[in-house]
């Protein structure tokens, strides 16, 4: 019990740890209340306050956002281009995942200064863009984990075939399956975080704006569990 307690303490007195488990609390309250809701067709007043607290934890994340910018930059710098023994495709996705993510940021301070007028625009366009880069970025993130999983699996079959023929250097079974199990829960997460990113593009796009509260909900609960899986278990895992 104590151990837990200090590991939950550890995760929350880091900055991406306790937007880690806000970020699940935001979508856990808002499954939660989304199935209140519809249950009781909209009446349920438990159900509107867990949907209200969702709203203000997620404006939270936003302001703390304001923030991000430079530790953005910083890794985007310290990555460059890859490493010149790193595969070309996941150089090429990795570097565009950056860009992507890096133009997220001050598309998102845009929108959220204009709705809390600090400056005079309007939002939408910035809350869409915003969207858009997010979107690009998880699909990025989806294809360069493929193209990792597909060249892991290549390198175990040279690996296998090197010891067929007399390499004393055998494959780390438990390493292999930890190393491709992460790259499945980053897709998986992506995958989830990428239908919230579309449901939140404007109406008439793909599935937008027909997701109830709940699905929106579950959805976002599974890709944040799945990054604080990630992060306890030593992996990455990082969503907006």
């Known amino acids: 019990m104590a151990s ?10 880091s900055y991406r740890g306790r937007d880690k488990v806000v970020r699940t609390l935001c979508y856990g309250s808002q499954l939660a209340g989304g199935v209140l809701c519809q249950k009781a067709s909209g009446r349920s007043e438990l159900g509107k306050s867990l949907l209200v607290f969702s709203a203000q934890l997620s404006q939270c994340r936003t302001v703390l956002r304001l923030f991000d910018d430079l530790s953005m930059y910083a890794y985007s710098r310290d990555y460059g281009l890859g490493a010149k023994d790193e595969d070309s495709a996941l150089r090429c996705m990795s570097v565009l995942n950056n860009l992507a993510d890096q133009l997220y940021y001050p598309c998102e301070h845009l929108a959220w200064a204009a709705d809390a007028k600090v400056i005079s625009t309007q939002s939408g366009k910035w809350w869409t863009l915003s969207t858009a880069l997010w979107g690009i970025s998880l699909l990025l993130g989806i294809m360069r984990s493929l193209r990792a999983i597909v060249l892991f699996k290549r390198k175990l079959k040279q690996r296998e075939r090197d010891r067929c023929v007399g390499s004393s250097e055998a494959p780390n079974g438990m390493e292999n399956r930890q190393q491709l199990c992460s790259e499945v829960f980053s897709i998986l997460s992506s995958m989830a975080d990428f239908a919230n990113a579309v449901n939140w593009m404007p109406p008439g796009f793909l599935w937008a704006g027909k997701f109830p509260d709940w699905l929106v909900g579950l959805l976002g609960t599974t890709s944040s569990l799945i990054g604080l ?4 278990a030593g992996g990455s895992g990082g969503s907006v």
């Open 229 to 232: 899986y990630q992060m306890c």
């Open 4 to 13: 837990s307690v200090n590991g939950l303490v550890n995760i929350l007195e």
